[in-house]
């Protein structure tokens, strides 16, 4: 089973992968595509570009395309491309959205991990706050438009597992 985790930044995705891993024997994870760029050499800028997002894109483009077996994606391609998006909403991404598309159709379960009401981070520790709502707000928008299973997390870390592992 493929399963993706996504949502904006700082909401938890990265915490949900790695307890999702310990609980669930056989899977492996594939780590956020801007960790594993940022690894293997690549220079991001220090606020996000376009270019940036694009190379996630594509990164993720092929993660999805490889991986077979039980896995768990920290990251996916549909919210890089609600960045993209969003610092660019003048950019035809028309093509990148069916891309998306087709390979969401290789994910068995979709965890969106939205910004919670009331936020469960504090605005003064979160990075971009703005950019942030954007995206969690797109993200709503964007899921109902994928013919795939979709389970929205909330709570705390052992409730969000909870009600993963009930898809499983």
Not at 132 to 147: A, E, K, P, Q, V
Request: proline fraction near 5%; charge should be negative.
């Amino acid at each position: 089973m493929k399963i993706a985790i996504i949502g904006a930044h700082d909401v938890g995705k990265s915490t949900l992968a790695e307890e999702l891993l310990a609980n669930l024997p056989g899977y492996t994870l594939e780590m956020e595509p801007y960790y594993q760029l940022e690894a293997a050499g690549y220079e991001f800028s220090e606020i996000p570009t376009v270019d940036d997002f694009l190379e996630q894109f594509d990164y993720s483009v092929k993660l999805i395309s490889k991986r077979q077996g039980n896995v768990i994606f920290d990251r996916c391609i549909i919210d890089i491309l609600a960045y993209l998006h969003v610092i660019d909403p003048n950019k035809n991404i028309e093509l990148l959205f069916e891309t998306a598309q087709t390979l969401l159709a290789r994910i068995d379960l979709l965890v969106f991990v939205p910004v919670e009401e009331p936020d469960l981070i504090p605005s003064h520790q979160v990075d971009l706050p703005k950019l942030r709502r954007l995206i969690n707000n797109l993200l709503y928008d964007w899921i109902r438009d994928f013919d795939i299973e979709v389970v929205e997390v909330n709570g705390t870390l052992s409730n969000r597992i909870d009600q993963v592992l009930i898809k499983v």
